[in-house]
């Protein structure tokens, strides 16, 4: 069965905006979450994603711009490696 990431994520901005869960809480999630992740995509990268966390991992020497985004690139590309749809 196929999870629909859509609705999470959906659920959890909308969580937010009604107040039921703080920025914090969330983020107390994803400190929960990231460590299996970071070991899924341990496992299941193929190459050219190992590649392309290299080269994001290179890329944050020189980087000047916002760190949250150079951070959200990041674990975004960890996360697709992970391939779990519900990232």
Same mark, same amino acid.
């Given at each position: 069965r196929h999870a629909d990431a859509e609705l999470l994520r959906r659920d959890l %901005?909308?969580?937010?905006?009604?107040?039921?869960? %703080? *920025?914090?809480?969330?983020? &107390?999630? @994803?400190?929960?979450? &990231?460590? &299996?992740? $970071? @070991? +899924?995509?341990?496992?299941?990268?193929t190459e050219a994603e190992v590649t392309a966390l290299r080269s994001a991992l290179s890329a944050r020497i020189t980087w000047t711009g916002p760190a949250r985004l150079m951070d959200f690139d *990041?674990?975004? +590309? +960890? $996360?697709t490696a992970a391939h779990n749809p519900v990232h």
């Open positions: %901005s909308t969580l937010l905006r009604l107040g039921r869960i %703080s *920025f914090t809480q969330l983020l &107390e999630a @994803r400190l929960l979450i &990231e460590p &299996e992740i $970071a @070991r +899924l995509a341990a496992q299941r990268a *990041f674990h975004r +590309l +960890l $996360a």
